[in-house]
Each structure stands twice: as structure tokens, then as C-alpha cells.
């Protein structure tokens, strides 16, 4: 009931900057969280950044300091600038969110993934 679509990925080369966004719609209530995760082939999903509804984040260590996550809560939108991309950030980026749906008589909780978007850092 809750779709993500996420763009923005592409090919980049390595120091460059792309800016992933996912924009989430359906029978949303609230949003709690909104976070982004990558998945690079041969290894697990991890989380990359995530922001509450209060804008309080966390990042995981290696990208600290070049990504930067932010949302615009009005549009139900998450983003995330990448900035002096390295080869090692080469991962499909999968966009998440959790919050309620607006279900009547009670609110349920929700957490959606979007489809992924591919990022390649080459030269």
C-alpha cells in the first residue's frame, strides 16, 4: 500500500557526486523512518544512512563525511547526496521507509522497500 521510487543512480566517476532521491506515496499516515541501504554484488544489504522524523541521522562509518542523507517530510521524499564517490560505493541503492497507513479504524504500521537504483563508481 506503500510504493518508493527511487532515481538518480547512474555512472559516475570515482571523487564525482550524485544525488540518489525516493519520493514515497500510497495510504501514508506518517513516516517514522526513511533510510537508504546498498547491496553490492556477492555481500549482504547494509545500511548507508537513515533519518527520523525529527531529522536526527546515522551513517555507516565509510561514508561519513561524504554522504549526506535529508528528507522533505511535505513530499514524503528522502535523499541522498554522495559526494567524492569511491569504487567500493558501486552498489545498487535500495530506498526504505516505515511509518502508519492511514487504515481505518486503526493505523497499521508499514515499513516498504522501493526497487533499487544502480550506482557504478568507474573510471
Known amino acids: 500500500q506503500v510504493q518508493l521510487v527511487e532515481s538518480g543512480g547512474g555512472l559516475v566517476q570515482p571523487g564525482g557526486s550524485l544525488r540518489l532521491s525516493c519520493a514515497a506515496s500510497g495510504n501514508i499516515f506518517s513516516i517514522n523512518t526513511m533510510g537508504w541501504y546498498r547491496q553490492a554484488p556477492g555481500k549482504q544489504r547494509e545500511l548507508v544512512a537513515r533519518?527520523?522524523?525529527?531529522?536526527?541521522?546515522d551513517y555507516e562509518d565509510s561514508v561519513k563525511g561524504r554522504f549526506t542523507i535529508s528528507r522533505d517530510n511535505a513530499k514524503n521524499t528522502v535523499y541522498l547526496q554522495m559526494n567524492s564517490l569511491k569504487p567500493e560505493d558501486t552498489a545498487v541503492y535500495y530506498c526504505?521507509?516505515?511509518?502508519?497507513?492511514?487504515?481505518?479504524?486503526?493505523?497499521?504500521?508499514?515499513?516498504?522497500w522501493g526497487q533499487g537504483t544502480p550506482v557504478t563508481v568507474s573510471s
Open positions: 526504505k521507509a516505515d511509518g502508519l497507513l492511514a487504515t481505518i479504524p486503526l493505523k497499521r504500521v508499514f515499513g516498504s
Open positions: 533519518i527520523n522524523s525529527g531529522g536526527s541521522t
